[in-house]
């Protein structure tokens, strides 16, 4: 049976051949309706490398490789093509070109924006591109395009290095750093994107191009930022550092709801009343608002966690004013610098990390927080938990990082719009994937994004890219200088004129 299957595959492929005959140029392009995965796999199978995979939804590895973080919605993958190597990847683009298949690139599949809801097509899964190479003299190291923060902290860490990477041990290093990156060494180094000195990049048409300061450089400008819309890394060459000390400290605390105006103060001060001037050590700290029933079953918590890029003693001084205020609970350490992502409970089996569910979120990026909109926030939660008690996952994240080297680098030199916003903010309704209650989740978001933007009067709201739920403006995302968003459409018609990159965040929508 398997090897008549085989046959009838082998025809079709012979009946392509002749018809490549017709040199490329001169092909009409057409839609073959009824394309099979596994026409797709003998067709393509002949144009790759050994060891690429090939498989529709009867094959034994689709379920993980199609798995997401998020289930409100989800791309309507009909292939799965997991490149062995960077030069499959402009074979698979200009096979998905000749035959109108629509393609993407996926990576940790932690995308939160519904956008990707709207793909249906050819998923490149970028797993097997995972090789970490540093560079002789340790100032930069090749990564592939697979390459993940967690697997980026912990490989680097154990040769002496550091580098910029998202947080999370499970979010891919480009997903993030294609639209500039948040992590802890941010207030050192600057955005992932940030510390891009050459990236590989296949176009939409298969062209495999060198992007960097001085080759294609308008393009290098477009993909620290608004990098999705543009073409797939297949590796990038991104600054290293030595990693100077061998420990972190962290102080973790829960704090009951009277505290509420107390710590959102001090957090304030931390960061300089608003200046953004934080203790470039003082590296990360986020606070949640979340139910935990040994505490209270009616009242949410407020849990924060700080990571220090020191010594216990100097990480306390900076934290005696939190020490002051009486935890319900605490806890403290000193850890090599990739457990630290554990213990803040952004480690890969972390409760941050868990895929496979429905999240409905919001995003706001903030200068200052306001303690009036923060207690309105803390009070909604409260009740909507306890108006729907299914909803009792959900959570309101408060990140603040030290932003030094965020801040000190010339907006203008890269797509990222946000060097002033100094908190990243996320609320995340977490509903069991089908509930009906997405509706209530989603008006719920709303209400907090909306209680956010009130108490910053004078700024105009500020949507993260890789924060965002999909449904905010192009402006708040990309820019509110006009010249931004110019900008990036004149290089979306130079670099991507049929629009094939649209479905993250996209610049041009359908
Ligand atoms: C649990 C969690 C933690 C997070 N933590 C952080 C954090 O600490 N810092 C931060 O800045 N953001 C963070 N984010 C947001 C994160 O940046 C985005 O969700 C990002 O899209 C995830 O990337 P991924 O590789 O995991 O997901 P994917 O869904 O695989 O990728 C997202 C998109 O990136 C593009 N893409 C991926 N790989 C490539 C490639 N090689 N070439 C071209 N395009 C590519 C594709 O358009 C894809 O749709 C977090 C998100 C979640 C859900
Ligand atoms: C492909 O790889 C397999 C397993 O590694 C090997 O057995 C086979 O000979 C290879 N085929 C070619 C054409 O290189
Ligand atoms: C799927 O992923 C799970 C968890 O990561 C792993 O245990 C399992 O072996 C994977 N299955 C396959 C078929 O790869
Ligand atoms: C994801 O969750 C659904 C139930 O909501 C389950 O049926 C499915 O098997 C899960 N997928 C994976 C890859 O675990
Ligand atoms: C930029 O790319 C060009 C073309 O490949 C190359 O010659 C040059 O060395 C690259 N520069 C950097 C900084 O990588
Ligand atoms: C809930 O609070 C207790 C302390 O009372 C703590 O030990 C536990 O880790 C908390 N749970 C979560 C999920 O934060
Ligand atoms: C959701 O479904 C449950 C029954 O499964 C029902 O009791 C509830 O009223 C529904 N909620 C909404 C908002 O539709
Ligand atoms: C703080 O938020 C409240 C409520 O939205 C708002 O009325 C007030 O103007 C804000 N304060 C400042 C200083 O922005």
Same mark, same amino acid.
């Given at each position: 049976m398997g090897a008549f299957l085989f046959s009838l595959c082998w025809l079709a492929l012979q009946t392509v051949t002749t018809a490549s005959a017709v040199p490329h140029y001169f092909q009409p392009q057409y839609t073959r309706r009824d394309l099979s995965s596994s026409q797709v796999s003998s067709e393509l199978g002949a144009l790759v490398s050994n060891g690429t995979l090939i498989y529709g939804p009867a094959g034994t590895?689709? @379920?993980? @490789? $199609? *798995?997401? !973080?998020? $289930? +409100? @919605? #989800? =791309?309507? &993958? /009909? #292939? #799965? #093509? /997991? =490149? @062995? /190597? *960077?030069s499959d990847i402009p074979a698979i683009v200009k096979y998905c070109n000749t035959n109108s298949i629509d393609f993407f690139a996926v990576n940790r599949a932690h995308a939160i924006t519904a956008s990707v809801g709207k793909f249906q097509g050819l998923q490149i899964d970028m797993a097997s591109l995972r090789e970490i190479t540093i560079q002789p003299g340790g100032e930069t190291a090749w +990564?592939?395009?697979g390459t993940y923060d967690g697997q980026v902290m912990e490989t680097l860490w154990g040769e002496g290095y550091v580098a910029t990477t998202g947080s999370c041990s499970c979010v891919g290093m480009l997903g993030p750093g294609l639209g500039g990156g948040h992590g802890r060494y941010e207030g050192f180094y600057g955005l992932i994107s940030d510390n891009f000195v050459h990236l590989n990049v296949v176009l939409a048409d298969g062209q495999a191009i060198r992007v960097n300061s001085t080759s294609h450089a308008d393009l290098f400008w477009a993909m620290k930022g608004a990098g999705h819309n543009y073409g797939i890394v297949t590796s990038f060459a991104l600054k290293i550092y030595p990693r100077l000390v061998d420990t972190w400290h962290w102080h973790n !605390? &829960?704090? $009951? /709801?009277?505290k509420l105006e107390l710590v959102t103060e001090q957090i304030n001060i931390l960061h300089g009343s608003g200046s953004g001037v934080t203790p470039v050590e003082m590296a990360i700290e986020f606070g949640v608002y979340m139910m935990n029933d040994t505490i209270s079953e009616t009242a949410a918590i407020l849990y924060w966690t700080f990571g220090y890029a020191g010594s216990a003693a100097d990480g306390e001084k900076a934290l005696a004013p939190f020490n002051a205020i009486p935890a319900e609970w605490q806890d403290s350490g000193d850890l090599p610098y990739p457990e630290i992502s554990d213990i803040q409970g952004t480690g890969i089996g972390g409760a941050l990390c868990t895929p496979n569910t429905t999240h409905v979120t919001s995003t706001a990026g903030l200068q200052l927080y306001n303690a009036t909109a923060q207690r309105q926030i803390y009070e909604l939660f409260n009740e909507k938990v306890q108006q729907y008690p299914e909803l009792n996952r959900a959570r309101v994240v408060l990140e603040g990082y030290s932003t030094a080297g965020v801040s000190k680098i010339d907006p203008a030199s890269s797509a990222f719009p946000h060097r002033s916003d100094h908190h990243l903010t996320y609320f995340d309704a977490q509903l069991d994937t089908g509930s009906n209650l997405t509706h209530v989740a989603a008006q719920w978001a709303k209400e907090v994004v909306d209680l956010w933007n009130a108490g910053q009067p004078t700024r105009q709201p500020s949507t993260y890219v890789n924060y965002a739920n999909g449904f905010e403006s192009l402006e708040s995302t990309y820019g509110y200088e006009p010249w931004r968003l110019e900008r990036l459409r004149g290089l979306k018609a130079k670099y991507d004129p049929q629009n094939r990159f649209r479905f993250y965040e996209p610049i041009i929508a359908e």
């Open positions: 590895l689709w @379920a993980n @490789a $199609t *798995e997401r !973080y998020n $289930t +409100f @919605a #989800v =791309p309507d &993958i /009909q #292939v #799965v #093509v /997991q =490149p @062995a /190597q *960077e +990564f592939q395009g !605390y &829960i704090w $009951t /709801q009277d």
